[in-house]
């Protein structure tokens, strides 16, 4: 492995070199190598000098390639916009000219050089081609000076498109220096500048730059968490990629497109802004072009939903005696885990997912009390301990017993993609719930919703409720001096709840 020190002739020095990858020499001058002296003769206080050197160089190689891809992101659409532009201002000229033909001067072409209208913007043509070859394209005086003489001496149509032809070449020929381009990539900016139709948009939300969020979001975001808002991205992206610039006209023409609720839109929305926050900070390309841009995806006027509309696609919480006729119907058919499912849930108020992952060893005894230990949740306050209830004792010794992996109820998929071991159940729940004639404003969930309106229709206080269930009460009291009921409390709550399940 290379130690990059190196030793010239009749030198005991040490010096650092490292050669310069071929792709970013051009932003070192097109320097092949560098080298430094690490000012001492002792190899092996020269290997402890060359490392902050070499991390320094390198550094700079992989923001000099960052920086080349930054640019390699703009020159395209940028020539391409000029390009159409210049086919709008043609059109106008063009379009001017005709209707005037009638009326074109006889003047000779040395009477229109030297008209003072015309010596005005030679004179402003020349500063510009003075300009451009100053920065390095080659050649533009006398292109200009060509282009110059031909003044007068054809009609105005053919004036109008010779000179559009010969901006288009300026045009690519300034494009490569700017951007350091290719011999591939110039003729490519060329074919850009005289057929702006033949570039295809890319949407500036691109896989790699999807990638690198993705990265970010999962270091703190669980993953199915995180695979949603790609999906959403990547929707809004093919969008941009017809050609639509992102701002927030066209984010409002698109959410107008999509045949979505309020609601749903809203959760595009945040997930656009999510990525927009992360961008802005994190990505040098979005930096760069967005850093004076507002965000696109605030302030949009969504339709909103009537009293009457949310009521009727709002969630309903199942009735007692629903949730019992769905255990006895699932015992029946011998989905006795469903059952157990039902039933765990009706009495503790847990989510589905509490439920899958809870082990035999998060029944755990407390203040006396035999309880369930809510190890990880959905939030801060799902982290809790729930009394097991009476009619369910029996039930529990049960599965502690059968339970052949740790876990207190077999999971038929084991672990899905996010790692969730309910999917079945909720999937199992869905089909009994259906085939017993309920819509589909009821959903597992709905049994969570239903314990809480049992128990507060039992008279339990607020906070005891919340802190069965797992829910934050936004009540500084009780959200961060409190330390929430006892479990002696709780018991005495679900000791209310009305349950009979055979």
Not at 113 to 123: C, D, G, I, L, T
Not at 284 to 300: C, E, G, L, V
Not at 331 to 349: E, H, N, P, R, W
Request: with cysteine; aromatic share 6%.
């Amino acid at each position: 492995m290379a130690d990059h020190l190196i030793r010239k002739p009749g030198e005991s020095t040490w010096y650092v070199t490292l050669i310069i990858p071929a792709d970013v020499r051009p932003a070192f001058g097109g320097r092949t190598k560098l080298t430094k002296t690490t000012g001492t003769s002792s190899r092996p206080q020269a290997m402890i000098d060359r490392l902050p050197i070499l991390a320094h160089w390198k550094a700079l190689i992989a923001e000099a390639r960052e920086q080349k891809k930054l640019l390699a992101e703009r020159w395209r659409p940028e020539i391409a916009d000029r390009a159409i532009q210049l086919d709008k201002d043609v059109d106008d000229k063009l379009l001017m000219a005709i209707k005037n033909v009638s009326n074109e001067s006889k003047m000779t072409a040395d009477e229109v050089r030297n008209s003072p209208a015309v010596k005005e913007r030679v004179y402003h043509l020349m500063q510009i081609a003075t300009e451009l070859e100053q920065s390095g394209v080659t050649g533009a005086v006398d292109q200009m000076i060509n282009q110059i003489a031909q003044l007068g001496s054809t009609t105005a149509v053919d004036g109008i498109q010779r000179a559009a032809n010969f901006s288009r070449g300026l045009m690519a020929q300034t494009a490569s220096v700017v951007y350091g381009l290719s011999d591939v990539e110039r003729k490519e900016a060329k074919t850009i500048a005289h057929n702006p139709s033949s570039y295809t948009p890319v949407s500036p939300i691109t896989p790699a730059r999807l990638e690198k969020f993705r990265q970010h979001r999962l270091e703190s975001v669980e993953h199915r968490t995180v695979n949603m808002q790609e999906s959403k991205l990547k929707q809004l992206s093919d969008y941009l990629a017809q050609g639509h610039v992102l701002n927030h006209d066209t984010v409002a023409e698109w959410l107008e497109s999509q045949n979505y609720s309020s609601r749903t839109k809203v959760q595009y929305l945040s997930a656009f802004t999510t990525f927009w926050n992360w961008a802005v900070k994190n990505d040098s390309y979005w930096k760069a072009t967005f850093k004076d841009s507002p965000n696109p995806f605030k302030d949009h006027a969504l339709p909103r939903q009537s009293g009457k509309e949310r009521k009727r696609t709002e969630r309903k919480d199942f009735t007692p005696e629903q949730l019992e006729h769905l255990h006895a119907v699932a015992k029946s058919q011998g989905q006795d885990t469903l059952s157990d499912v039902i039933m765990l849930a009706a009495y503790t108020g847990c989510r589905i997912e509490e439920i899958g992952q809870l082990r035999t060893d998060n029944i755990i005894n407390v203040e006396g009390v035999l309880s369930f230990d809510i190890e990880d949740s959905k939030t801060k306050a799902g982290i809790r301990q729930i009394p097991v209830h009476p009619a369910i004792k029996t039930t529990v010794d049960r599965l502690i017993a059968e339970s052949k992996d740790g876990y207190l109820l077999p999971s038929v998929n084991k672990k899905n993609l996010y790692g969730r071991r309910s999917d079945a159940w909720s999937k199992s729940f869905g089909k009994l719930k259906k085939s017993e004639g309920f819509s589909s404003q009821h959903v597992f969930h709905s049994i969570r919703a239903t314990t809480i309106t049992q128990l507060l229709r039992a008279d339990v206080q607020g906070h005891i409720v919340a802190s069965i269930v797992g829910h934050g009460t936004d009540v500084l009291t009780y959200d961060v001096y409190h330390k929430g009921a006892s479990l002696k409390q709780k018991l005495e709550a679900i000791s209310k709840l009305p349950f009979r399940f055979n």
